[in-house]
């Protein structure tokens, strides 16, 4: 094995985690040997409640495709996440919740959160939402949003929850999208010391004459601004609602292949897609991969720092913890505010045993200076991981040394939203660390490199990254639209499921991810299709053509660089440029504003019409030294034009 910025696991650490290097090449090995045995065996790791014995059923094949998983069995995620603990640790607690101003405090127990999800159940009965219907949650971090999941989960009624930085516009879509009857909200919520007007949204969003089937907001009091508006006959109180509500609600008896959530997500084309999640092999994925990845013992404290909008809030803070009865702490705000000190503060004041977050907090947190982290005991904590984006190799040493104190392995966990669960990931006290490399498959994940025809790289090389099998946590559909499904991920390379991503296997059969091959960028760990934000620019009445790239940015990962063709008559104005910029917050949210935007008078395209990206991304990448064979272009001298006033330059 190449020594060169190897972390081996250490003496003290090895022997002490569930799995050494040669439990997991076995346990691996088998899994890929005899599946069915292996997940026949690992499925019981949840509660059926009438035990499956069709363990899986799947192909790739474009033309044949189906995925199901322990298909026969019966399950209710909820009750896998409350009521199969309550007789060992009712008292136990389940949710530590800080608000985001540190004075307010709550805590949950199994017994706690299981009255209020049976009760919000009810709740949600008694406004009409049966089984199979798409209940929208636009939430803030508060503890009713991991109990609107739950209760929706209860009932067999699919959540569908919708980041509380996206705009009204993404709403309507997203309601329309899903036909979903019933919301479910919060009067204002509190993040970095801002309110974010969350009420107000919604009520815009439901102006759209598109979306037409909402039939109730279920509006929880965070903030209690009188200034919120209360629609008589639509708008109902969390609260009178509950207060309404018997504690006393029976889980449902969901089929394994029952759908569970939808949760919206950007790709290179078109409008954010619907990705379906099932019941039995989520669940059995999500805690299963929980249980592994973090090393998690029993009664840990483990905080992810991650939103509940996004799929790490889903399989890390709410479905695996729960499902494997953890002590999960939950924040309201964001881990550097009101200052870089805020994270080494809930460490210690929670004694959290394990931390999960993104590397672009880890950058920012690495520009404000390591003396933030000076009063850091940080003895509890034992396990730390990275997801969202490739970290990167100075970020994850200051990670392990500032914040780990060069004792805690770090697991670079490489997955998607599509996944349901982390695929290429260290297992503590067993992966040596190399940093920057998500390093191996979890167990069932077949990942390989193929060329852009579909050959398959053996050895050490690079190319895209593909799955050759399916894993139980596994999407099973796009919501509405299964052909989208079928072309999207498993027509570009026939029989593989095709990730997007490009990626390196070094010597070591370790995997190195690179980052997206597609038009799809990720600007602070959030995922985001240059495709949306360019038809939102165009949308603007003075805007003629747009084309959107990522570029390298400090902190963010990548930041979002705009070329804006104006139409005729038009002036370039910094006034413009700013109004652009709202434009597209208006439009999808804040996370998708541009920060840069250039005037391109022309767009590099070939004879056809394509716009050649390859270009822009260098340009806006400040590499213009290196730009390639211009020939194709229609007109070349753009280039020249665009190198000219390109903005980030070194
Ligand atoms: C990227 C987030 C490198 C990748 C769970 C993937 C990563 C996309 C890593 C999915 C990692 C996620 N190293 N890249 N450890 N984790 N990614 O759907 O490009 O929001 O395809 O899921 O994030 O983003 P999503």
């Known amino acids: ?43 019981q790791r949840i509660s059926w409640f009438k035990d499956f014995t069709k363990v899986r059923k799947t192909s790739f094949d474009d033309h044949n495709l189906f995925i199901k998983w322990f298909y026969d069995g019966t399950l209710n995620a909820s009750y ?8 060992k640790r009712g008292d136990q607690t389940a949710i530590i919740w800080e608000g985001d101003d540190a004075s307010e405090q709550r805590t949950l127990t199994y017994t706690e959160l299981h009255t209020e999800v049976c009760r919000f159940a009810n709740a949600l009965k008694s406004q009409g939402v049966r089984r199979g219907d798409v209940v929208t949650i636009y939430m803030p971090m508060v503890p009713e949003a991991a109990v609107a999941m739950l209760a929706c989960a209860r009932i ?15 709403i309507a879509s997203r309601v329309n999208d899903g036909q979903s009857k019933v919301i479910i909200t919060a009067d204002e919520g509190v993040r970095g010391g801002r309110v974010i007007p969350l009420k107000a949204n919604i009520d815009t969003a439901l102006e759209s004459p598109d979306v037409t089937t909402i039939e109730k907001v279920i509006v929880l009091k965070r903030t209690g601004n009188e200034a919120v508006k209360h629609v008589e006959g639509r708008d109902i109180w969390w609260h009178d609602l509950m207060a309404l509500s018997s504690e006393h609600c029976e889980a449902r008896e969901m089929d394994a ?34 249980e592994y990845v973090f090393d998690y013992r029993d009664v840990e404290v483990y905080w992810c720092t991650a939103d509940v909008g996004w799929i790490t809030g889903h399989s890390y803070m709410v479905y695996g913890p729960l499902a494997n009865g953890a002590t999960i702490l939950m924040h309201e705000g964001v881990p550097n505010y009101p200052g870089p000190s805020r994270l080494a503060e809930m460490i210690d004041r929670h004694k959290v045993n394990i931390l999960y977050t993104a590397p672009t907090l880890i950058r920012a947190l690495m520009a404000q200076g390591k003396e933030h982290f000076d009063q850091l005991d940080g003895s509890t904590l034992r396990i730390m991981g990275s997801v969202g984006e490739p970290i990167n190799p100075e970020a994850w040493r200051w990670y392990y040394e500032v914040v780990g104190k060069s004792r805690c392995p770090i697991v670079d966990t490489w997955w998607q939203t599509e996944t349901g669960g982390c695929l290429i990931t260290p297992l503590p006290g067993a992966t040596d660390l190399k940093p920057g490399s998500a390093t191996r498959p979890f167990f069932g994940v077949q990942p390989a490199l193929v060329d852009n025809l579909g050959n398959l790289i053996e050895g050490p090389g690079e190319g895209n990254l593909v799955l050759l099998d399916s894993w139980p946590g596994q999407m099973r ?22 990730t997007g991503d490009g990626a390196k296997r070094d010597e070591d059969g370790y995997y190195w991810i690179t980052g997206r091959v597609d038009d799809v960028i990720n600007v602070s760990g959030h995922r985001l299709g240059t495709a949306e934000i360019e038809s939102a620019l165009v949308a603007h009445p ?38 652009l910029r709202q434009w597209v917050r208006n439009e999808i949210g804040a996370l998708a504003s541009p920060d840069l935007v250039q005037w391109a008078p022309g767009l590099p395209k070939t004879r056809s019409g394509k716009i050649m990206r390859r270009f822009l991304r260098k340009i806006a990448a400040d590499e213009v030294g290196a730009l390639g064979d211009s020939s194709t272009l229609a007109d070349p001298s753009v280039l020249d034009s665009l190198i000219d006033t390109r903005l980030n330059r070194a």
């Open 1 to 43: 094995m190449s020594t060169q910025s190897l972390y081996p696991v250490s003496p003290e650490l090895a022997g002490s985690t569930k799995l050494n290097d040669e439990q997991y090449r076995k346990m691996y090995q088998e899994s890929i040997v005899n599946p069915e045995g292996f997940w026949r065996e690992h499925g």
């Open 542 to 579: 003075d805007v003629a053509e747009a084309a959107v790239v990522g570029y390298p940015h400090d902190i963010k990962g990548q930041g979002i660089y705009a070329y804006v063709t104006l139409n005729q008559g038009v002036e370039q104005t910094e006034e413009l440029r700013q109004q």
């Open 477 to 498: 559909s796009v919501y509405g639209d299964h052909e989208r499904f079928v072309l999207t991920y498993f027509k570009t390379f026939r029989g593989m499921y095709f």
């Open 156 to 170: 067999g009624a699919i959540h569908s929850v919708i980041f509380g930085g996206f705009s009204p516009d993404s």
């Open 80 to 87: 896998n996440c409350l009521d199969r603990h309550l007789e």
């Open 257 to 290: 292949e029952d759908p569970l959530f939808i949760l919206y997500t950007s790709g290179s084309t078109g409008k954010p897609k619907g990705v379906l999640h099932t019941t039995g092999g989520y669940m059995v994925y999500a805690s299963m991969t929980h």
